[in-house]
């Protein structure tokens, strides 16, 4: 039984599919990469998940409950147990670091406030940012930015936690301690993770099973050995980072020849 | 032609469209008020930002609205040798239309304008789509604490407005052009009445507050979370709380001052 459970998801802006008749799977205990070019809708996929964006069609089940049937309450409930770590951070601008990492825990629990601070000081730890609790969030680094709100999506200690793009403006170093964060957290907590990650290597490391998504499908499916071993060309080529093969780089649209032959001039 | 039409139904579509967006964001908003009597300190911070720092605004603008009465109302006053209810004239105009009026266009300027750009920069940044992941409901609590203090300061700042007025006026009335300060202020006591005209005032700044607020938070909350979005919501704020300031003016003056 699935943790998360997508069957034949179709999810339109204007007229272009985004997801066309997409099936995942997200198991237990695991970590699942999801992969593909930019702009395929990896984010608008774990935003499908958390319950921010409805389906045109099919169905997103979370730990057995269809979470676009649930009421407000129950989605806010089902959403204290989903971790979510934003590509942008998402840090609350007007709190520091510190009171951003406690702001789940004071809007959620009644802990004491010797006992938020432990907490606090415990995830700031281990993203390695403890001493820059004091900084605001306009102070921190990209990188920076992206750690603290790590350590804030794990604060309540979901089940599961979706991790958008987590390694995109590290360096080597964080690049490593965070991949081996992820692992470790998933070990220790039992944590469910999804990662979307076009850093190949690093995810194709700790990840238990990878989706290739592009145009809507899902491409590819499996262990990151099988994907290594496949045959299909467009696999060969995103998990190589090959400039040259079948995955377009382009936006889809008219031929460039085309376009700057054609007699239309907009302004 | 076709076109036109056209354009107009789709404005149209769009215009009601938003107007309903409109209505259910506030019906969201005033469940969230409730549970703000638990936790004031929210509130509290909002009633500086949005209070307390437009008081210096209101301050000076009602001085110097007051002060212009007094010169107005004496040119007129004296013709007909009623200078001594120079009192009356400041108070009624400020309490019963300006220091309602005035305020709430300054607080659309001063306070609207900045809910919205900072609900909207919130937007933009993905900082209410991050605490909704994290099972905060945005609206509730980021948007009610906001509206309840612009209610509650509204009114407030209208009479403050009003009071400096009256105090602009008498400054200038016996300061400067010699009307007797003792009539100056017991015609306006005895003209003045509590319900007609302190009460109704009352109840105008409450109106405009209610929506002056709740333009700029929808707003922001509905701006494209864009630069250019966030910068047009707040034009809007201050263009749409301009027109409904002055036309609830309207409709509340015939309504409570209209049968005399
Ligand atoms: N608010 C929106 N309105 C219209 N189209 C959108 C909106 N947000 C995203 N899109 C479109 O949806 C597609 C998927 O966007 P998404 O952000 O999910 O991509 P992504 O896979 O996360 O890309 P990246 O790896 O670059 O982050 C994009 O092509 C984009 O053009
Ligand atoms: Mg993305």
Known sequence: MPLVKIRDLHFYRGDRAIFDGVNIDIHQGKITAIMGPSGTGKTTLLRLIGGQLRPHRGTIE???QNVHKLS????YELRK?????????????DLTVFDNVAFPLREHTDLP??????????KLQTVGLRCARDLMPSELSGGMARRVALARAVTLDPMMIMYDEPFTGQDPISMGTLVNLIHRMNEAMELTSIVVSHDVAETAEIADYIYLLSEGKVIEEGSPVKLKRSSSQWVQQFMQGLPDGPVPFHYPGTGFSDDLLSPEVSA | MMETIRSLG?????TFERLGRGHLFLLHLLTGIPALFFRFSLVIQQLYSVGVLSVFLILISGLFVGMVLGLQGYNTLVDFGAEESLGVLVALSLVRELGPVVSALLFAGRAGSALTAEIGLMKSTEQLSGMEMMAIDPIRRVIAPRFLAGLISMPLLAAIFSAVGVFGGFLVGHGLLGVD??????????????FDDVFNGVIKSMVFGFVVTWIALFEG???????EGVGRATTRTVVHSAFAILGLDFVLTALMFGDE
Do not use: C
């Open chain 1, 62 to 64: 979370v730990d057995g």
């Open chain 1, 72 to 75: 407000h309450t129950e989605l």
């Open chain 1, 81 to 93: 147990r989903m971790g979510m770590l934003f590509q942008s951070g998402a840090l609350l601008t």
């Open chain 1, 113 to 122: 406030e010797s006992m938020i601070r432990d907490l606090v000081l415990i």
């Open chain 2, 10 to 14: 789709i404005w149209g579509l769009n």
């Open chain 2, 181 to 194: 300060d003792g009539a100056f202020w017991s015609q306006m006591q005895v003209k003045t009445d509590w």
């Open chain 2, 221 to 227: 909350y509905d701006a494209i979370p864009t630069s």
